[in-house]
T-cell receptor, first 113, second 113 residues
Framework: KQEVTQIPAALSVPEGENLVLNCSFTDSAIYNLQWFRQDPGKGLTSLLLIQSSQREQTSGRLNASLDKSSGRSTLYIAASQPGDSATYLCAVRWLDSNYQLIWGAGTKLIIKP | DGGITQSPKYLFRKEGQNVTLSCEQNLNHDAMYWYRQDPGQGLRLIYYSQIVNDFQKGDIAEGYSVSREKKESFPLTVTSAQKNPTAFYLC????????????FGDGTRLSIL
């Protein structure tokens, strides 16, 4: 069964620290992997999308990496700010998934001022 | 600005009642999706539509119904057959079926009275 896991479910760090969020997935035959941000009571905002052939993608202070062989992706946030506080979700599209996404449950991130 | 509008933001359902959640987009996207989000779980796909007058069941379609009479609109009805409807419902869209959901509405929170 194709599954996506995000551990830990919650993370609290002081402002200014660099941090890493984890996403693991079963079955390395993925098409792509995407990271989203969700603010409380709101919809999702797409942050980064990594295609199967790529190793990483960067946007500002965010860097997402992909290691298909180990079934892992990480989202690195540099110099964290209180405005980064949100839930971060990982979603995987597999080659045989008929265009659908399988979602992790998310990591709730709190940046303490 | 282009985007997805979901209404209402909060909705309450009485026993035996059907309720309809609205989703409208002005992005000129062909594909639209409905997801259900429960605490501690990843998003789960209820229904999706790749084009007007066509829609497909997702992983948890039982107790729900949809229509796609216009490109801009994809309403979701939660029927009385859905015995556990309390959740956060998210509508999303993509350019077409070859692209995964990129744009999300701000969601509707449905509760039982």
């Amino acid at each position: 069964k194709q599954e996506v896991t995000q551990i830990p479910a919650a993370l609290s760090v002081p402002e200014g620290e660099n941090l890493v969020l984890n996403c693991s997935f079963t079955d390395s035959a993925i098409y792509n992997l995407q990271w989203f941000r969700q603010d409380p009571g709101k919809g999702l905002t797409s942050l980064l999308l990594i295609q199967s052939s790529q190793r990483e993608q960067t946007s500002g202070r965010l860097n997402a990496s992909l290691d298909k062989s180990s079934g892992r992706s990480t989202l690195y946030i540099a110099a964290s700010q209180p405005g980064d506080s949100a839930t971060y979700l990982c979603a995987v599209r597999w080659l045989d998934s008929n265009y659908q996404l399988i979602w992790g449950a998310g990591t709730k991130l709190i940046i303490k001022p | 600005d282009g985007g997805i509008t979901q209404s209402p933001k909060y909705l309450f359902r009485k026993e035996g009642q059907n309720v309809t959640l609205s989703c409208e987009q002005n992005l000129n996207h062909d594909a639209m999706y409905w997801y259900r989000q429960d605490p501690g779980q990843g998003l789960r796909l209820i229904y999706y539509s790749q084009i007007v007058n066509d829609f497909q069941k997702g992983d948890i379609a039982e107790g729900y119904s949809v229509s796609r009479e216009k490109k801009e609109s994809f309403p979701l009805t939660v029927t009385s057959a859905q015995k556990n409807p309390t959740a956060f419902y998210l509508c999303a869209s993509s350019v077409n079926r070859d692209n995964q959901p990129q744009h999300f509405g701000d969601g509707t929170r449905l509760s039982i009275l």
